[in-house]
């Protein structure tokens, strides 16, 4: 067996690894370049390393039934892709599957902040008090299970090749961690690289601990949308306040039986 066929049959532990790597390196870049005490960073970085062991397996199990659903509607020639023009040409097939897959993203993590009873397993990633690249993994077993069945629905419903899923993961797995980096662009930089994506400084409005910030920013991995559709904000790093007004408890959200526990308590209102 080559190398190739090895990394190619076993796509979700090399995802896995990648995603392993680059947490990693943003880590210790985050440990040795930004102000904060060690224990306080190793003691945060526990709680939400933490939620890899409760969303792995549901994260694995949901991922092949991804790959299913898009083997089986390219063999049907099933999907939106299929009525429009430019699928026939590999490029603008890559780039328009990649552009739509990112608006449903956009739908989804909309739907998670609008309806109450998601909003309250999504507000679990909100609740940290502290934003750094280990946030990127705090997500509730419940959310993970509801956006990967998100997933599923876009897959059937646009019916992207698995070597697109692939392509797209690879690309929001860095956007995703990066997001979330105590590292923030210059203004300059920021200015620029916001126009088309989403850059850590658009994010950390996001998580801004009051509206109407945490309704802004929703972009996964390009800023388009939130432009788009009106949701686009800017907020400086001294006014950021990371957190959720409702769950500001720090000994709460720092004990992982009392965050995953929230979902299921009476919801105050934002
Ligand atoms: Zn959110
Ligand atoms: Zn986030």
């Given at each position: 067996m080559t190398i190739k066929t090895l990394l190619s049959n076993h796509q979700d532990l090399v995802q896995l690894a990648y995603f392993a790597i680059i947490m990693v390196l943003l880590w210790i870049g985050e440990a040795f370049f930004t102000a904060g005490l060690a224990h306080e960073k190793f003691k945060h970085t526990r709680i939400n390393l933490l939620f890899i062991f409760?969303?792995?397996?549901?994260?694995?199990?949901?991922?092949?039934?991804?790959?299913?659903?898009?083997?089986?509607?390219?063999?049907?020639?099933?999907?939106?892709?299929?009525?429009l023009p430019m699928h026939k040409n590999f490029w603008t097939y890559y780039i328009t599957m990649f552009v739509l897959m990112d608006l449903c993203e956009y739908i989804y993590h909309v739907t998670m902040h609008k309806l109450d009873f998601l909003w309250k397993f999504h507000l679990v990633h909100h609740s940290d008090l502290k934003v750094d690249v280990s946030t990127t993994v705090r997500e509730h077993p419940g959310e993970t299970f509801v956006r990967m069945s998100f997933q599923m629905l876009w897959v059937f419903l646009l019916g992207p090749a698995a070597a697109v899923l692939v392509l797209r993961q690879t690309v929001q797995t860095f956007s995703n961690i990066a997001a979330h980096t105590q590292f923030r662009l210059p203004e300059r930089t920021n200015r620029i690289i916001g126009l088309i994506f989403i850059t850590p400084n658009l994010h950390h409005v996001h998580h801004h601990y009051q509206l109407p910030y945490t309704d802004c920013n929703y972009g996964d991995v390009l800023s388009v949308w939130d432009r788009l559709f009106g949701t686009y904000a800017e907020l400086g790093k001294k006014e950021t306040v990371y957190g959720v007004d409702t769950h500001m408890d720090p000994e709460k959200n720092s004990k992982i039986r009392s965050i995953l526990k929230i979902p299921f308590q009476k919801l105050e209102r934002k």
């Amino acid at each position: 067996m080559t190398i190739k066929t090895l990394l190619s049959n076993h796509q979700d532990l090399v995802q896995l690894a990648y995603f392993a790597i680059i947490m990693v390196l943003l880590w210790i870049g985050e440990a040795f370049f930004t102000a904060g005490l060690a224990h306080e960073k190793f003691k945060h970085t526990r709680i939400n390393l933490l939620f890899i062991f409760t969303a792995l397996p549901i994260q694995l199990l949901m991922v092949s039934i991804v790959l299913m659903i898009a083997v089986w509607t390219n063999l049907h020639h099933w999907g939106l892709i299929n009525y429009l023009p430019m699928h026939k040409n590999f490029w603008t097939y890559y780039i328009t599957m990649f552009v739509l897959m990112d608006l449903c993203e956009y739908i989804y993590h909309v739907t998670m902040h609008k309806l109450d009873f998601l909003w309250k397993f999504h507000l679990v990633h909100h609740s940290d008090l502290k934003v750094d690249v280990s946030t990127t993994v705090r997500e509730h077993p419940g959310e993970t299970f509801v956006r990967m069945s998100f997933q599923m629905l876009w897959v059937f419903l646009l019916g992207p090749a698995a070597a697109v899923l692939v392509l797209r993961q690879t690309v929001q797995t860095f956007s995703n961690i990066a997001a979330h980096t105590q590292f923030r662009l210059p203004e300059r930089t920021n200015r620029i690289i916001g126009l088309i994506f989403i850059t850590p400084n658009l994010h950390h409005v996001h998580h801004h601990y009051q509206l109407p910030y945490t309704d802004c920013n929703y972009g996964d991995v390009l800023s388009v949308w939130d432009r788009l559709f009106g949701t686009y904000a800017e907020l400086g790093k001294k006014e950021t306040v990371y957190g959720v007004d409702t769950h500001m408890d720090p000994e709460k959200n720092s004990k992982i039986r009392s965050i995953l526990k929230i979902p299921f308590q009476k919801l105050e209102r934002k």
